[in-house]
């Protein structure tokens, strides 16, 4: 049965497991999650653990709810399917089945479902089966797709086809409050990357320990972009003036000129402990061909990160990809993520490794 209205309802009938898949193919991601209120009053979820607090449930106890993955990560394209099982719906005076457009609500992008191609597929284990088509012209970045209630004479499933901003969401969907938009972990593992669909790029290097560690970025920038004029410094020292180099304490880079990369301050300088946080940001992601973030361990190179607390969180928009320095192998460098701007679409990929000797953005680029 295909319920196309919007308020359109039918009886599920009884049930040992029902399945609920968002199917898509678009260059998208998209996040299948549900959120229920209990008969006693108590609001949860489950949605992608990529997510900070998220868990996927399960079927075997409460809330008898169980989601199959993540699928579409970074927008890929191609036969993406999310599902969540449902075992059992008796404890539960509601259950919300929703779709998050992770992509655009992390970019800010002014994007409808109607943009892509998904739908939603209800099926018991009896035979039922329901569609509901995911298709509105309606701006906002969640749909909430269907809702279960349980009356006198069994569930029911209304296609609530209901579009809304991320706030709204998380205030009108009882549980969704939990959820936070800009904690969606996107490179999980090394060589994983996904696309940068805004300029607004940073990146923060967080420590306690009694240590100075330094936060650089090497680049290349575009070429044709003019490079800068030699100080009188470097004409002193006759010092060459290419497209690459670097930002870090000896050099903070500028907000407004080039680069277009600079660091806020030296933090935990002479090993000093306490709230200590260097910063990075990119203000003209446009020149800038290749950008590799990087941390040290000042002055000591035998050491290793994990003797320390150090933590890089890369931010671009409102998505948020924190990287912990625990590698216990030698070395007073770890190369994070690579910025890839060579191409049409601008990529962010995960390096995550150490090294005992200063990286390169040459052989970072080889690398990838």
Same mark, same amino acid.
């Given at each position: 049965m295909e319920l196309k209205q919007k308020g359109a309802d039918a009886m599920v009938g009884s049930f !040992?497991?029902?399945?609920?898949? @968002?199917?898509?193919?678009? +260059?998208? #991601?998209l996040d299948l999650m549900a959120f229920y209120k =209990? !008969? #006693? *009053? !108590?609001? *949860?979820?489950?949605?992608?653990?990529?997510?900070?607090?998220g868990s996927k449930g399960t079927v075997e106890q409460f809330p008898y709810i169980e989601l199959s993955g993540d699928q579409g990560v970074g927008a890929a394209a191609g036969k &993406?399917? /999310? /599902?969540?099982r449902v075992a059992k719906l008796d404890d539960l005076e509601s259950l919300y089945i929703c779709a998050l457009n992770f992509t655009d609500a992390s970019s800010g992008a002014e994007k409808t479902f109607a943009d892509y191609d998904a739908h939603v597929e209800v099926v018991t284990d009896t035979g039922d089966t329901h569609t509901v088509a995911l298709d509105s012209n309606e701006s906002g970045h969640v749909a909430? @797709?269907?809702?279960?209630? +349980?009356?006198?004479? $069994?569930?029911s499933i209304v296609n609530s086809s209901d579009v809304m901003d991320f706030k709204t969401f998380q205030t009108s969907v009882p549980g969704a409050g939990a959820l936070k938009l800009?904690?969606?972990?996107?490179?999980?593992?090394? $060589? %994983?990357?996904?696309? @940068?669909? =805004? &300029? #607004?790029?940073? %990146?923060t290097l967080r420590w306690k320990a009694?240590?100075? @560690?330094?936060?650089?970025?090497f680049y290349r920038i575009k070429d044709g972009i003019e490079l800068p004029k030699k100080g009188f410094l470097g004409k002193i020292l006759k010092k060459n003036i290419s497209n690459e180099g670097e930002v870090s304490f000896m050099d903070r880079g500028s907000k407004k000129g080039w680069p277009w990369i600079w660091l806020d301050k030296d933090a935990g300088v002479g090993d000093r402990g306490g709230d200590n946080e260097e910063n990075i940001y990119f203000t003209d992601l446009e020149k800038i061909e290749y950008a590799m973030i990087a941390a040290n361990i000042f &002055? !000591?190179?035998? %050491?290793?990160f994990a003797s320390y607390d150090g933590t890089v969180i890369v931010r671009c928009g409102q998505q948020e990809i924190e990287v912990p320095l625990v590698e216990k192998v030698p070395g007073a460098w770890c190369v994070i993520a690579m910025i890839d701007n060579s191409k049409l679409k601008k990529q962010l990929i995960n390096m995550n490794r150490t090294s005992v000797k200063r990286p390169s953005i040459e052989e970072c680029i080889e690398e990838t």
């Open positions: !040992k497991q029902m399945q609920i898949s @968002l199917i898509w193919s678009s +260059g998208v #991601d =209990t !008969k #006693d *009053g !108590k609001v *949860g979820g489950v949605w992608s653990p990529n997510y900070t607090g &993406n399917r /999310e /599902e969540i909430v @797709l269907c809702r279960f209630t +349980g009356t006198f004479m $069994g569930t800009s904690s969606k972990i996107v490179l999980k593992q090394k $060589g %994983a990357s996904t696309s @940068l669909l =805004t &300029n #607004d790029f940073q %990146a009694s240590v100075d @560690l330094d936060l650089y970025c &002055n !000591k190179p035998n %050491a290793n």
